[in-house]
């Protein structure tokens, strides 16, 4: 069969993912915060100084590296890293994943992931040749059973908030298996980087033993790029043999000054976080009240059944969830009033 030929048979079993832009009201993005909505963001990129008002042109390691790149991983390790540990900033939290998972494990040691991680850690693991065993989500018994057969280093991920379910792992499961089994801890706190009170990483606050956390800046922070935080020994390695940070373009520096802007002004966001929590809690109070079922509102995420059309949110369908179902985000700019006529329309 032709190339041709073969890629439209499977196409025509392939649902259509359509494209998805802004939609009003919001509640698809991870813009978490409304900094994008209420051109926080926009204005930011203008007061950009003229230095950094530019692409990068290249990677960090052929003519792209600037100053504003080590201003943002110092700014970056202020915030989120303890002692001893360094940041490293990579184009996107795929990069990253990508370059982590594929260069620090080794085919004789094993990962432990939860079946939910985002698809940038499922194919940095396959890359690093290690044993790889997924457990079903948030069930840290099988996750257990699996570490005691583990080889090598073993490596236990998670997220702090599950993109899709919006979900959040059991953080004392997490510490009692660190404990008992010495386990090197990864947390991918994409979801939760800045929307932690006082903007804090999630694990940090709970006094999780990680080995390292990523952060990601194209979710509440409204820009793009990502960081990983971790011992310097560490993030030394991930820098000088992570393939997906070292062959691609840097991201560009007026990103970069940004990002470092919205993070220096965490403090300010403290009312956008309140307003989150609250439009959060009123949504899964009326959910249960309408007895309509639902997964996740951790955070702001959550996944509901898809039975019927309903305009503003998002059918997802398998692989990226298991069954079609909508994603439903919440935002700081959301009012109640719109969170009301969407539950009456999933209601009808
Ligand atoms: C948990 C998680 N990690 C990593 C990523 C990738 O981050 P980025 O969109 O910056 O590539 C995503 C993206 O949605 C994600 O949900």
């Known amino acids: 069969m032709s190339l041709e030929a073969r890629l439209k048979a ?16 919001d509640f698809t993005s991870n813009d978490y915060l409304g900094l994008v909505h209420s051109g926080i963001v926009g204005e930011l990129l203008h007061r950009c100084p003229p230095e950094w008002r530019r692409g990068s042109t290249a990677s960090r390691y052929l003519g792209g590296e600037c100053a504003v790149f080590a201003q943002l991983e110092s700014l970056v390790e202020t915030l989120w890293a303890a002692p001893g540990e360094k940041a490293l900033l990579f184009p996107s939290g795929l990069n990253a994943n990508l370059a982590f998972w594929s260069c620090v494990p080794k085919p004789k040691d094993t990962i432990v992931f939860d079946r939910e991680v985002h698809a940038s850690i499922r194919q940095g693991i ?45 953080p004392e499961a997490l510490r009692s298996l660190v404990r008992r089994y010495g386990c090197s801890l990864v947390i ?3 979801h939760t980087t800045l929307l932690e009170p006082n903007g804090e990483s999630w694990s940090a606050r709970l006094g999780l033993p990680t080995l390292a956390r ?3 800046f194209g979710k509440a922070v409204g820009l793009m790029g990502a960081t990983w935080v971790g011992p310097s020994w560490l993030i030394e390695y991930v820098r000088r043999k992570g393939f997906a940070g070292i062959y691609t373009t840097a991201m560009p520096p007026l990103i970069a000054w940004a990002v470092g802007e919205v993070l220096r002004r965490s403090q300010e966001w403290e009312l956008r976080r309140e307003a989150l929590s609250q439009l959060i809690a009123f949504a899964r109070q009326r959910l249960a009240q309408i007895g ?3 997964e996740g509102l951790e955070g702001p995420i959550a996944l509901l059944p898809a039975t019927q059309e309903v305009p503003h949110l998002k059918k997802l369908y398998p692989p990226t969830v298991s069954a079609p179902a909508y994603r439903l985000s919440l935002h700081a700019h959301n009012t109640l009033a719109e969170v009301e006529a969407l539950l009456a329309s999933l209601r009808s």
Request: hydrophobic share 40%; net charge neutral; charged share 25%.
């Open 292 to 294: 309509l079922p639902y």
């Open 214 to 216: 990523l952060f990601t």
């Open 188 to 190: 991918d706190e994409a």
């Open 126 to 170: 396959r890359l690093s040749g290690a044993r790889t065993w997924g457990f079903p989500h948030n069930d840290f018994s099988a996750a257990e059973a699996r570490i005691r057969k583990a080889q090598g280093e073993v490596f236990l991920v998670v997220e702090s908030l599950y993109s899709m379910r919006g979900t959040r792992p059991d």
């Open 10 to 25: 499977e196409l025509a079993r392939l649902p259509e993912r359509p494209f998805w832009g802004p939609q009003a009201p």
